[in-house]
């Protein structure tokens, strides 16, 4: 039997993080040059169930029931299983494999799920609409994150633009032109917690001066919105750059993040903002496609630890 595989793309948070958690809206990306991959085989030869799982980059080679009940790839391969209605899975060897960074706010966990669900559904001849893939691979984010917003699986799962608002149904993000990024990782780890949870007391010691800054966010992101669904979007960097401005205002950049959006801007950058949560992380930076290895390079010679050039195609909706 052939081997099947499946792969899902990473995302990245482009306009209204922070401002997102106080009721505005937020726009993600897929980033589609990065990805999971999953590959299913069949193992004609093993004992019934027994369920082989190979992902390097997590250091697992191990039969399934050997994994902690709490781990990812349980959770994930126990919330199909029981969708699914099955008592036992056939004997396979699963092999996950990921180029998006692991938690570096690129949805690497939704996009493994996503993978693994897709690929093992079609392996079992049962094959999941997107719509199942979707709901599933939430419940697996909710089974090992706590509250996940529903962000990364949504836009991982349709590689689609996502505008959304909490509480409010995701809406699929049509754009009208191509749009060329590089993304910049500073090599600094920042902690989602710690940061929301800062905001959060900033918050609190002076509402009315952050709120007015979630407030600005929420319009740039109205007007991001506009830019990206009409033909020519002129002012979509400059909004990146309004949008990285508040953020520093609200207290989530950092001095090297800062070095990295100048970085950007001088080779030429259209715009250029940090991307999630801050502290450390990632930032993102609008450019004309001919530009994109000329700012990836400055970037990493300003010291990024890794630059991704994504270009994010025209998208109906
Ligand atoms: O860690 P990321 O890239 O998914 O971004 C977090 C975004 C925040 O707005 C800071 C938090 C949230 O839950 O929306």
Redo the contacts with the bound molecule.
């Keep these: 039997m052939p081997a099947i595989s499946a792969s899902a793309p990473g995302k990245?948070?482009l306009f209204g993080?922070?401002a997102?958690?106080y009721g505005q809206p937020?726009i993600a990306i897929p980033v589609t040059q990065v990805a999971a991959r999953a590959v299913v085989m069949a193992r004609p030869t093993a004992p019934g169930g027994e369920i082989l799982i190979d992902a390097p980059d997590v250091q697992v080679l191990s039969l399934l029931q050997d994994l902690p009940t709490q781990h990812p790839l349980t959770c994930i391969l126990r919330i199909l299983q029981a969708h699914l209605g099955l008592a036992a899975f056939p004997a396979f060897h699963l092999r996950v494999t990921s180029t998006i960074p692991i938690a570096g706010?690129?949805?690497s966990g939704a996009a493994v799920a996503v993978a693994i669900l897709r690929a093992v559904s079609a392996f079992l001849n049962r094959p999941l609409d997107d719509e199942t893939v979707n709901q599933l691979a939430f419940e697996s984010e909710k089974s090992f994150h706590g509250t996940p917003?529903g962000?990364?699986n949504t836009v991982i799962t349709f590689a689609q633009p996502i505008y959304f608002r909490r509480g409010q149904p995701f809406e699929k993000l049509a754009t009208a032109a191509p749009h060329t990024f590089v993304i910049a990782d500073s090599g600094q780890p920042g902690s989602?917690a710690d940061?929301?949870g800062a905001v959060r007391q900033r918050w609190q010691t002076d509402p009315r001066r952050m709120e007015s800054h979630f407030e600005h966010i929420g319009q740039i992101v109205q007007q991001a919105r506009q830019a990206m669904e009409s033909p020519q979007a002129p002012r979509l960097g400059s909004l990146m750059d309004e949008n990285h401005f508040h953020l520093q205002q609200i207290g989530v950049s950092t001095p090297f993040l800062d070095v990295l959006v100048q970085a950007a801007l001088q080779a030429g950058a259209l715009g250029a903002k940090l991307?999630?949560?801050g502290g450390g992380?990632n930032i993102i930076a609008l450019v004309e496609a001919s530009n994109a290895e000329q700012v990836a390079a400055r970037l990493s010679t300003a010291g990024a630890a890794r630059t991704i050039i994504t270009t994010l195609k025209p998208h109906s909706r």
Excluded: F, R
């Design positions: 990245i948070i993080e922070h997102v958690v937020a706010g690129m949805g917003s962000v990364d989602t940061m929301v991307s999630g949560a992380g």
